[in-house]
């Protein structure tokens, strides 16, 4: 089902040490282990989905730019910038969506996967 795209795996951070694992009263672990799971499905999925029009744009208005047509773009990549005080989540977040988005501007299927690459400088 993922390789139809029938189903997304999203693999955010998780709040284990202070839900399930973590110490304290039962019922207050439950409790923020319910405020983590709305902010992912309430906050960063939706989140994520608004970025894939985004990247989708930005690469119909760079074919413009250059004066390609998407059938004549052999291969393409992309990537994120994150600051010396940024998080690798920051730029990570912007993988599914983007490619997604790049995909269908580029009316492009996904044939296959190439490992991902972080850089850190």
Known sequence: MLG???IKLYCPESNIS??????GPL??????HRQY???ILET???????LEPLA?????????????KPGEIESYGKGA????????EHAAIWHAPGGAGIRRALCAQAVGHSPTRSMIF
């Not at 202070?18 to 110490?23: A, C, N, T, V």
């Not at 960063?44 to 608004?50: G, K, N, Q, T, W």
């Open 44 to 50: 960063l999925v939706p989140f994520m989905e608004s």
């Open 81 to 88: 910038i994150v600051g010396v005080d940024g998080e690798l």
């Open 56 to 68: 989708h744009d930005m690469t119909r208005e760079l074919l413009e730019a250059m004066g390609a």
């Open 18 to 23: 202070q839900s399930f694992s973590g110490e």
């Open 4 to 6: 139809e795209g029938r």
């Open 37 to 39: 799971e709305h902010f």
């Open 27 to 32: 019922d207050a672990r439950m409790e923020r």
